[in-house]
């Protein structure tokens, strides 16, 4: 046993609270040393997430900022949340630490797997937004710009339209995790999602419409591979179930 865990069994409030303390400082100074990191280049990284907007632009569109402060505090703003994104491992790991003090330091063996798996399927799913949907989107906007208007974004407004993006489709790619975690915790069993598909499938359309723009290319682009990312949850949840099974059925 750590001496925080030796801390925390002595002083069960002030040691716990002690103890969340230094954690939220080392991931608040984690955080800062990437951002200072960032900051640095700042203007080339906002060039990088605009790229797929800006392959898509005609030759009459722009990205504008409309106001005065935007040029300096949008890549700011980016910095930041880039800074977060990349420290999420970092910052779930200390999370875990904190829980499992909280249950005594018992181990867990899903534990690590299922960090793992958390933050590669995030990662995944901003990858596939970033690679996949904003070419489709973007370049849909743009075709149906009428004729004789010139596109022109501005720059706060389209990173706060990516982030919501990004952090849609991250989200999404944990459906896995979370089908499989609700399985192995007994809050629900395999056969009874399987029998819930058809809802599913509805409410994977319906959350589609809710968290992407109006246009259905974007829609079907998140509502699919929600459909498929929970059939995948199903399918690991039943090689679990088998690997667990004595006679491997």
């Known amino acids: ?70 040029p300096f505090l949008t890549p700011f703003k980016l910095s930041l949340l880039t800074a977060i994104y990349v420290s999420m491992p970092f910052i779930l790991f200390q999370a875990w630490r904190m829980v499992r003090m909280g249950l005594g330091g018992q181990r867990y063996s899903f534990a690590y797997p299922f960090l793992a798996s958390t933050i590669l399927l995030f990662y995944l799913g901003t990858a596939f937004a970033y690679f996949v949907v904003f070419p489709l989107v973007f370049g849909f906007f743009a075709q149906v710009a009428p004729e004789g208007v010139a596109v022109m974004t501005d720059i706060g407004s389209y990173l706060d339209f990516v982030i919501k993006l990004f952090f849609a489709f991250g989200l999404t790619f944990e459906i896995p995790v979370i089908a499989v975690l609700l399985i192995l915790t007994g809050a629900t069993t395999r056969a009874s999602l399987s029998e819930k598909r058809p809802y599913v499938f509805i409410a994977c359309f319906v959350l589609g419409m809710v968290l992407t723009p109006p246009d259905i290319f974007s829609q079907i682009l998140l509502a699919v591979p929600m459909w498929l990312l929970f059939e995948l949850g199903l399918l690991v949840a039943w090689m679990l179930e088998s690997k667990a099974s004595p006679d491997g059925t």
């Open 1 to 70: 046993m750590s001496t925080s865990e030796q801390v925390l069994g002595k002083q069960p409030i002030v040691g716990y609270l002690v103890e969340l303390r230094n954690r939220l400082l080392y991931c608040l100074i984690f955080i800062a040393a990437i951002f200072l990191v960032l900051l640095n280049v700042a203007n080339a990284l906002y060039t990088l997430v605009a790229d797929p907007l800006q392959q898509q632009l005609p030759a009459t569109g722009a990205m504008i900022a409309t106001e005065v402060a935007s």
